[in-house]
């Protein structure tokens, strides 16, 4: 049994994420793969034998369009996902007015699967069925996995997953705003993509309580693998065609 009423002064209080924890998938995958995509986009052209001022074209349209996708597809997908889950509170209100003998078999059961003893899950079902609000909040929780307060709004997914990409997206594209030769160009994309890569990784392991170092690490690996495949293939490429 967990500790009750235990207190150690050496354990430090750490609180939970809070409000923003249903869009770390966003605020990651958002940020991540505007870094990745884009730095193995310009890595492989580069490898073809553009020049700076056309990878810097490619690297343009490519985050703006993966911008633009990554925002309509999290808005869809979201969105989706809310009317689904507005649909089932609809049908659970309906079987609340005409199967409420069915609704309280299925609250008995699951919280008979959640181990309360079942001694006390009469008096724990007499309560829920005392107000609907509360009955619909329960099986909303306990049948559908969501709580009201964590519900998405598909507007702020779709602009964090767009403007969190192009954020991304930067450090692979300025360095050839500035720098005429391409291989230079790559060099300075690709430190600033490994900083990036690695902070992303390295902050997510602060909500996920994880090594920093480990986390930011494979982070920076797994681009690191997808950039020398995209480099070959670009190499490849150039000297073929």
């Given at each position: 049994?967990?500790?009750?009423?235990?207190?150690?002064?050496?354990?430090?209080?750490?609180?939970?994420?809070?409000?923003?924890?249903?869009?770390?998938r966003d605020i990651i995958l958002g940020v991540n793969d505007g870094l990745v995509s884009i730095f193995l986009l310009v890595v492989g052209v580069v490898g073809g034998g553009l020049t700076s001022k056309q990878v810097l074209l490619?690297?343009?349209?490519?985050?703006?369009?993966?911008?633009?996708?990554m925002a309509a597809g999290e808005y869809m997908a979201t969105k989706s996902q809310e009317q689904v889950f507005d649909r089932e509170m609809a049908l659970e209100r309906e079987h609340l007015r005409y199967h409420r003998g069915v609704e309280l078999?299925?609250?008995?059961?699951?919280f008979g699967d959640l181990g309360f003893p079942e001694a006390d899950i009469e008096r724990v079902v007499e309560i829920v069925d005392a107000d609907d609000e509360s009955f619909l909040k329960v099986m909303m929780a306990l049948e559908f996995g969501v709580v009201e307060e964590e519900r998405r709004s598909p507007s702020l997914a779709m602009v964090m997953s767009g403007v969190l990409f192009l954020t991304g997206s930067l450090p692979s594209i300025l360095p050839?705003?500035?720098?005429?030769?391409?291989?230079?160009?790559?060099?300075?994309?690709?430190?600033?993509?490994?900083?990036?890569?690695?902070?992303?990784?390295?902050?997510?392991?602060?909500?996920?309580?994880?090594?920093?170092?480990?986390?930011?690490l494979e982070n920076v690996g797994v681009a690191a693998v997808g950039a020398g495949v995209?480099?070959?293939?670009?190499?490849?490429?150039?000297?073929?065609?």
């Open positions: 049994m967990i500790g009750r009423n235990k207190v150690d002064p050496a354990e430090t209080y750490r609180p939970h994420v809070g409000p923003t924890r249903q869009y770390m490619a690297g343009v349209a490519a985050s703006i369009a993966g911008a633009v996708s078999q299925e609250i008995r059961d699951m050839f705003v500035f720098v005429s030769d391409p291989l230079t160009a790559l060099w300075i994309a690709a430190a600033g993509s490994g900083v990036g890569l690695f902070v992303v990784g390295a902050v997510k392991s602060m909500v996920t309580f994880t090594n920093p170092w480990v986390s930011g995209s480099y070959l293939v670009g190499s490849l490429f150039d000297a073929a065609v």
